[in-house]
């Protein structure tokens, strides 16, 4: 059964590039949420996705914005990319609203912007 | 934003020995949730804690919920060089976000 798959895995952009990251949910699930992981720190949640809509939002910039796709896939895009956005972005899928059983993360993209 | 503050930040210790690590809020969570992270990978769940006062145990690990759903602590006895990893403590307040601590490093050698 596999897990979250995130792509790419490592990431170099430029100051002012856009990138886009991709996410697959574990088989089953149906929300994805997003998170930054800032070297010595923990996760950031940046947002959620449920049925194609931003269910909520964390303390980012619009730079950072989202989509969720029927098959429950998603992406997260960061425009204007700043030396402060380099950090671990993590990927997480749980089933509907329910998080006792918890969230499933991916291994994430380490972006890292020059 | 909820925030959880994790002691002690690194934790150095033998194979064999006990150890502890706390988190503290002083906001009330609905549940909380304990991962380990290990270099270049995402975090795996260890366990959920729902009502306060509750003790949960997964084999050489303990983990606690304040009676006040305000903290919450996790043991470990008989550390392994398998243990090693960053422990991260996440609360889930009123919304779907999950709040993380700074995470407890944890090395344990032979």
């Known amino acids: 059964d596999a897990g979250v798959t995130q792509s790419p895995t490592h990431l170099i952009k430029t100051r002012g590039q856009q990138v886009t990251l991709r996410c697959s949910p574990k088989?089953?699930?149906?929300?994805v949420s997003w998170y930054q992981q800032a070297l010595g720190q923990g996760p950031q949640f940046i947002f959620q996705?449920?049925?194609?809509?931003?269910?909520q939002r964390g303390n980012f910039p619009d730079r950072f914005s989202g989509h969720q796709f029927p098959n429950y896939s998603s992406e997260l895009n960061v425009n204007a990319l700043l030396l402060g956005d380099s950090a671990l972005y993590l990927c997480?899928?749980?089933?509907?609203?329910?998080?006792?059983?918890?969230?499933?993360f991916g291994s994430g993209t380490r972006l890292t912007v020059v | 934003t909820q925030l959880l503050e994790q002691s002690p930040q690194f934790l150095s210790i033998q194979e064999g020995e006990n150890l502890t690590v706390y988190c503290n809020s002083s906001s009330v969570f609905s549940s909380l949730q304990w991962y380990r992270q290990e270099p270049g990978e995402g975090p795996v769940l260890l366990v959920t804690v729902v009502t306060g006062g509750e003790v949960k145990k997964l084999k050489r690990l303990t983990f606690q919920f304040g009676d006040a759903r305000k903290d919450s602590s996790l043991h470990i006895t008989a550390a392994q060089p398998g243990d090693t990893g960053l422990y991260l403590c996440a609360g889930e307040g009123s919304g779907y976000a999950l709040n993380f601590g700074k995470g407890t490093s944890l090395l344990v050698t032979p």
């Open positions: 088989s089953g699930h149906d929300t």
């Open positions: 997480a899928s749980s089933l509907g609203q329910n998080s006792y059983y918890g969230y499933t």
């Open positions: 996705y449920y049925e194609e809509e931003e269910r």
